[in-house]
């Protein structure tokens, strides 16, 4: 399934003792959907989680809203499966966990650039120097989280889709030197580990972290959302579930899911 290329890496991730097991794929169609198709086909035994899912390349690689995600070799891709059982059980868990996500996914891209220029586009698009560097798409199923990530590392940009090479960067461009994606993962395993437990056990450094990276605050941004059928207004940052709150000229919002279409 993989070759041994990948196997320092693997051992460095399995060595820190969080994961327990690592799947890699030379080229699948989805990692969400590999993570699926492994954990739901037999009885799901949750003290096997949390698992790791990493392909070299993705046929469908997916993104938020349906969309599809550029999946070349370069892009790091990967999902991790985190029993939902273990982590907090309110309702919103789910915004949270997606920006406790991003902001590990930011932590892990400040070690290799600039960490000033690491922001967090709400919910949790991880954006450098202005440009989008990462997305993440979770799902759930079965008491399961499934946290995907594409953090783009080393691309080639020549081959890029244009609306892709004019709106995004990697790692490399932003360190202007190839930077492994393998080096990168092992890196994300652990600011991944640290952010999620910190915030399952209740610490709350993760809002202030967060708040620090927000690309939106103070801009006036277009959301739409379940809440928001097209709002207009300044974002004023989130508040301590995760919410996203905007100002407009008749009142704030507070938003728990939605899509920042623009901001200026
Ligand atoms: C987005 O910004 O819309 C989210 C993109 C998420 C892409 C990653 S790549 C690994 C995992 N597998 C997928 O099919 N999607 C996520």
């Known amino acids: 399934m993989h070759s041994n290329l990948h196997q320092p890496a693997i051992d460095a991730i399995l060595d820190h003792g969080w994961i327990r097991d690592v799947q890699w794929y030379a080229e699948i169609d989805s990692t969400n959907l590999a993570a699926r198709r492994a954990l739901f ?3 799901l035994d ?3 989680l949390p698992l790791l ?3 070299d390349r993705q046929t469908s690689g997916r993104g938020r809203y349906q969309r599809q995600w550029w999946s070349p070799e370069g892009c790091l891709m990967l999902t991790l499966a985190v029993s939902s059982h273990s982590l907090l059980n309110r309702p919103e868990e789910w915004s949270q966990l997606a920006l406790v996500s991003g902001l590990a996914v930011a932590n892990a ?3 290799f650039a600039n960490s000033v220029e690491v922001q967090l586009k709400w919910p949790n698009d991880v954006y450098l120097a202005g440009k989008k560097i990462a997305g993440i798409l979770i799902e759930s199923d079965a ?3 499934l946290i995907g990530i594409g953090l783009n590392v080393c691309m080639d940009w020549s081959s890029a889709p244009s609306e892709i090479a004019s709106k995004a960067t990697c790692v490399s461009t932003a360190c202007g030197r190839r930077v492994n994606s393998k080096v990168v993962l092992v890196e994300l395993m652990e600011e991944l ?3 999620l437990e ?3 056990s209740g610490n709350l450094d993760w809002q202030t972290a967060w708040r620090e990276r927000c690309l939106l605050t103070g801009r006036v941004i277009h959301v739409q959302g379940a809440e928001a059928k097209g709002i207009a207004g300044v974002c004023e940052g989130i508040d301590s579930q995760g919410r996203l709150i905007v ?3 008749h009142r704030v919002h507070f938003l728990t899911a939605g899509e920042v279409l623009a901001f200026r």
Request: aromatic share 12%.
């Open 247 to 249: 100002r407009d000229e």
């Open 53 to 55: 899912f990493v392909a």
């Open 41 to 43: 086909k037999s009885t």
């Open 198 to 200: 910190g915030w399952r």
């Open 46 to 48: 949750h003290s096997t």
């Open 143 to 145: 008491k399961v989280w």
């Open 193 to 195: 580990q640290r952010s």
């Open 109 to 111: 891209v400040a070690r």
